[in-house]
């Protein structure tokens, strides 16, 4: 069979993944075998892969394709997410370039649009995940927006509203007058940035004396309902029941006592803004404030205000700051840093508003969202944020739910008069006629009249079923899937959507099931550059995923993306690693190329042989127990290591050079057979990890039928093997590593022969590893040593090895400088391995295999210390 000598990863990927598609062995349907589910955190409709998203679906594609290989029946459920604020921003950026305002739209017409939007551009990451080898299964593609998908999120509306567990009410909220909507808490990013502290004089009603507050937001001065102070404070308790007149405006406001007021920061008065802030908002309904809302819904400064009406707030700033130093009221101005609310979708400065909105309760969903993290049930990898999860759980508002939008499922609220309590909740209008007439009378009532709701629930209170409604768990709680596939096994996702998601999704799942909606939490580090910045578009620091695929191989991107992603740390991202992984896959094909252009015979393995294959299958063994080991703590990045380890340096590195044959020769068909059996073992261990080349390779390397892949090969089982082997083989590696160092330090050419000695107290190396060692370094005599001169000497362990070299080629001051230096280590090492051994707590309490180990360890230091004193003193003579 002819073997290109270069690796075509273009050629292979495309093949391949039709290949796998056709066969369709993504697909999974209920069956006997243990279920293995992961659903994909759904990215946004209109989005495009970026790094962050390589890293994501690489660490599940890993987990999803090796459950597979272990004869689970692995289901991963791809799909989208609506996104409602940043979709209907693109959406309503679109129609303003082709000259469309939204206010000019009914409802349907602008919904038209954004489906026609979602249908061009939607599904594109999808598309590119393929490119990547995500095994998703396709066909069960899932939309937050799909038919089922949203009438699962309504039944849960209805649901959760009949067991009093969504109320409507005027509340204070975020308010974004960018996208002009409410958003969470969780949606609010608080940044630190340059601020100004304005210090503005109140005059005292009926006298000539003033009152001095600091704010950063002066604008918001047209909305005072009041001064407080703090009643302790001796410096104001002469204004105790006085009033103050607000510049500008010359309302006259009251001033109060409370404790809240913190005496020590700025001028100790506080201005109070019911309708502007949280705090003051508390404290107007402590003390019967009214509340003045001075802001329109985009920023702008209503009638309310009385001063500056239809201007941005931040032009008022400037202009009321003016005004306020032309009138003297403005004292003085001080540079601060200060938290400032964005918005995490439009990144707009965050407006605290008093709002009738939709609030879902937190307090009784909760609790058990918090006992099953807390007592590990739901397990988190890294279980540190176990601490940031319980402070936001235990610390948890209600969350504000309604979005004033139009892309996301119209919440299902019909109104039939002008009461706040008018209104009732019912999936279509025909329902809600039904229950209307058991509230009033409606013989002379007009239908035409009931209004539904115009604004859409929270994109969060959608994908917080997931897990549940991509098998319609919400609408057919009993159905054949939701009872085989959930809980699922894993979700991967970001630490910054702890809350956002992770937590709802868990309380969700004990609400709708009384399940948890998985068993593991696996959080993926943040991606940034090699100068710590996280990766974004704005700092032109992200390279484009697609872009290195086709420039490294997927394969190459994916060991990239793992090299360096410890769970739950941030992942420092160089594209070197994207190189060093396509260098390890070339690795691989070489390895292959090699094995497969082997002349072969009939002649029985020689003893030096069947030492290296006993060895590369112990190697192999003890490794996949490591592997296993990795991946149960999801240590990705470990399990890929030992993997690369194992197959650069032990397989290809030291394997294939032990057993190949000499230029011109042949080589016995049963070490080809065996060698091809444990490359075999190493390509399923890495096909989780490169799915591309391990395919390709093993398709290759033995005959197959046109329906077998190694997609659904069986992952390789543990098997006994020798420590013993490993040991005398490492041993032998060591000898062989010191030999190769002192032919690249004297520049000795391979083709010249050497010859080794070595102490006649050493442990012996058996005839197999002899022949070994004269292959792979070309070693011509190897005895034990009789006084031979000018010889180099070195250790391995305690055993002292001598190597013959020409006159002069030795330098006794250098040798008795490395002598000294590797006494005074290894002296150290045994001072260490001396205190451990000497600590009762630790011998008594250790597993006695783990003493052992460290009393091999001082044994063999003093030996090796005992020879290398020996060899000084030789030197030193």
């Known amino acids: 069979?002819?073997?290109?000598?270069?690796?075509?990863?273009?050629?292979?990927?495309?093949?391949?993944?039709?290949?796998?598609?056709?066969?369709?062995?993504?697909?999974?349907?209920?069956?006997?075998?243990p279920s293995h589910t992961i659903v994909i955190p759904p990215p946004n409709v209109t989005g495009v892969l970026h790094m962050g998203h390589m890293l994501n679906n690489t660490i599940q594609d890993v987990l999803t394709r090796k459950a597979r290989m272990e004869g689970k029946n692995a289901c991963w459920v791809p799909g989208t997410d609506h996104a409602s604020i940043a979709t209907e921003a693109k959406v309503v950026a679109h129609l303003k370039e082709q000259g469309i305002d939204k206010n000019t739209l009914s409802r349907e017409e602008f919904l038209k649009h954004a489906w026609e939007w979602k249908e061009k551009h939607?599904?594109?990451?999808?598309?590119?995940?393929?490119?990547?080898?995500?095994?998703?299964?396709?066909?069960?593609?899932?939309?937050?927006?799909?038919?089922?998908?949203?009438?699962?999120?309504?039944?849960?509306?209805?649901?959760?509203?009949?067991?009093?567990k969504i109320y409507r009410g005027v509340r204070m909220v975020n308010w974004d007058p960018s996208a002009k909507t409410a958003l969470s808490d969780e949606e609010v990013i608080h940044k630190e940035v340059n601020s100004k502290l304005y210090y503005i004089n109140y005059q005292i009603e009926g006298t000539a004396e003033f009152i001095t507050i600091a704010t950063t937001r002066p604008e918001t001065v047209l909305g005072d309902t009041a001064i407080a102070v703090n009643p302790n404070d001796e410096r104001y308790t002469k204004l105790k029941g006085k009033k103050a007149v607000i510049p500008l405006v010359n309302r006259v406001i009251p001033i109060i006592e409370d404790d809240y007021v913190d005496k020590e920061f700025g001028t100790g008065a506080l201005k109070i803004t019911p309708a502007h802030d949280i705090n003051d908002y508390n404290l107007g309904l402590k003390h019967n404030l009214p509340s003045i809302d001075i802001l329109n819904d985009d920023g702008t400064l209503n009638g309310n205000a009385t001063l500056f009406t239809g201007k941005d707030r931040f032009v008022v700033r400037k202009e009321i700051a003016k005004a306020l130093k032309e009138k003297g009221h403005l004292v003085d101005v001080k540079d601060i840093k200060n938290n400032v609310g964005y918005s995490e979708r439009t990144n707009a400065v965050i407006e605290p508003k008093l709002s009738l909105?939709?609030?879902?309760?937190?307090d009784a969903l909760s609790k058990p969202a918090l006992d099953n993290v807390m007592n590990d049930e739901i397990q988190f990898h890294p279980p540190k944020f176990k601490n940031s999860?319980?402070?936001?759980?235990?610390?948890i508002k209600d969350w504000c739910i309604s979005r004033q939008l139009w892309w996301g499922q119209r919440i299902p609220a019909w109104y039939y008069g002008s009461g706040p309590n008018d209104f009732v909740i019912a999936k279509t209008k025909q329902k809600a006629l039904e229950l209307i007439e058991q509230k009033i009378d409606i013989t002379e009532f007009d239908v035409s009249t009931i209004k539904q709701d115009e604004d859409v629930l929270d994109t969060w209170f959608s994908s917080w079923l997931w897990p549940i409604s991509v098998f319609d768990g919400i609408r057919n709680p009993n159905n054949e899937e939701i009872k085989h596939y959930y809980p699922t096994q894993d979700i991967v996702t970001a630490p910054e959507i702890m809350f956002f998601w992770v937590a709802r999704m868990i309380m969700a799942g004990y609400e709708f099931t009384g399940k948890k909606p998985f068993n593991n939490v696996y959080f993926t580090g943040i991606v940034r550059d090699k100068q710590r910045r996280k990766m974004s578009k704005s700092l032109g620091n992200s390279p484009n995923p697609i872009d290195l695929i086709e420039k490294y191989s997927a394969d190459g991107v994916r060991v990239g993306m793992l090299l360096s992603s410890p769970a739950g740390n941030d992942l420092m991202f160089d594209e070197q690693l994207c190189e060093q992984g396509r260098n390890f896959v070339n690795k691989m094909w070489n390895a292959f190329r090699l094995i497969n252009s082997w002349e072969t015979n009939t002649r029985k393995p020689s003893a030096d042989e069947e030492l290296a294959i006993e060895w590369i299958n112990a190697k192999i063994n003890k490794s996949l127990a490591s592997i296993e080991d990795s991946y149960s703590k999801f240590r990705m990045s470990d399990a890929l290591m030992t993997c690369y380890k194992l197959v650069w340096d032990d397989f290809c590195s030291s394997y294939l050079e032990m057993v190949k044959p000499a230029f011109g020769q042949t080589i016995s068909e049963i070490v080809v057979e065996q060698s091809k059996t444990a490359f075999e073992k190493l390509l399923k261990m890495l096909h989780p990890i490169t799915p591309f080349i391990t395919e390709e390779i093993w398709q290759a390397i033995n005959k197959r039928t046109t329906t077998e892949s190694i997609v659904i090969s069986d992952w390789p089982k543990l098997q006994n093997y020798n420590e013993q082997c490993i040991d005398k083989m490492d041993t032998l590696q060591q000898v062989i590593t010191a030999v190769r160092a002192f032919r690249k330090n004297k520049n000795i050419s391979f083709k010249e022969s050497l010859n080794l000695y070595y102490n006649s107290k050493n442990i012996a190396l058996e005839n197999a590893q002899i022949d070994l060692l004269k292959k792979a370094t070309n070693v011509g005599e190897y005895n034990v040593a009789e006084g031979e001169q000018n010889l180099f000497s070195f250790v391995i362990g305690s055993n002292e090895y001598f190597i013959e070299a020409k006159s002069g080629a030795i330098d006794k001051e250098q040798e008795l400088e490395k002598i000294t230096s590797e006494i005074k280590y290894t002296k150290g090492f045994l001072i260490s391995v001396s205190k451990k051994l000497s600590n009762e707590r630790f011998v008594n309490n250790a597993p006695e295999q783990v003493v052992e180990i460290e009393r091999k360890k001082m044994s063999d230091a003093e030996a090796r210390i005992s020879v290398l004193e020996k060899q000084l003193k030789v030197l030193e003579g």
Request: with cysteine.
């Open 1 to 33: 069979m002819e073997i290109a000598k270069n690796y075509d990863s273009k050629q292979v990927e495309n093949k391949w993944y039709t290949y796998w598609l056709e066969q369709k062995y993504f697909n999974s349907s209920v069956s006997d075998k």
């Open 357 to 362: 909105q939709w609030f879902c309760k937190m």
């Open 389 to 395: 999860y319980k402070h936001w759980m235990e610390n």
């Open 122 to 164: 939607g599904g594109i990451i999808l598309e590119q995940l393929k490119k990547l080898g995500a095994s998703c299964d396709w066909e069960r593609t899932k939309f937050t927006l799909d038919p089922e998908m949203s009438e699962s999120v309504i039944d849960v509306f209805i649901d959760l509203y009949n067991k009093g």
